[in-house]
């Protein structure tokens, strides 16, 4: 094994192509490796299959919604950090994003420099190694 570090691993997950891809273009020169998924089933499917180091969802999905996905995160894998994209930050109260550890909430549209600045800081307080296969 070599001793490079492995990039960290980030999924982004919304339901909207366009989102995706506009998060991948903010976040291709930054070093991470990144897992799309379009729904919180596929998102579970790829946390079960490989390491994932941070999860980035939007909240506003058909079938689970992103609070849901990351209330699911948070119990079978709570070491990962959970950030929550969404165009309704009003509906989440400070003190249910504290209980479900999500580290940050960010406003669509999102600026790219905050963004960034987010997943970093939100990687650097990690607690735990994301999850395991």
């Known amino acids: 094994m070599s001793g490079a570090a492995e990039p ?11 989102i995706l891809s506009a998060l991948q273009r903010c976040l291709r020169r930054e070093g991470y490796e990144i897992v799309l998924a379009d ?8 946390l079960r299959a490989q390491r994932v180091d941070l999860v980035l969802t939007d909240h506003k ?6 609070l ?3 209330r699911e995160i948070a119990s079978e894998w709570p070491g ?6 969404t165009g309704w930050t009003a509906e989440i ?3 249910e994003a504290r209980r479900l550890g999500i ?9 790219d420099a905050d963004l960034k ?12 190694e994301g999850s395991r296969p």
């Open 8 to 18: 960290p691993v980030l999924l982004l997950v919304d339901d909207e192509p366009r």
């Open 39 to 46: 729904s919180a089933a596929a998102a579970l499917r790829v």
């Open 61 to 66: 999905m058909p079938g689970m919604s992103g």
């Open 68 to 70: 849901e996905l990351i």
């Open 80 to 85: 990962i950090p959970r950030l929550l994209l």
């Open 93 to 95: 109260t400070p003190a």
């Open 103 to 111: 580290r940050a909430l960010v406003a669509k549209p999102w600026e």
């Open 117 to 128: 600045a987010r997943l970093r800081d939100a990687l650097a307080g990690g607690a735990g």
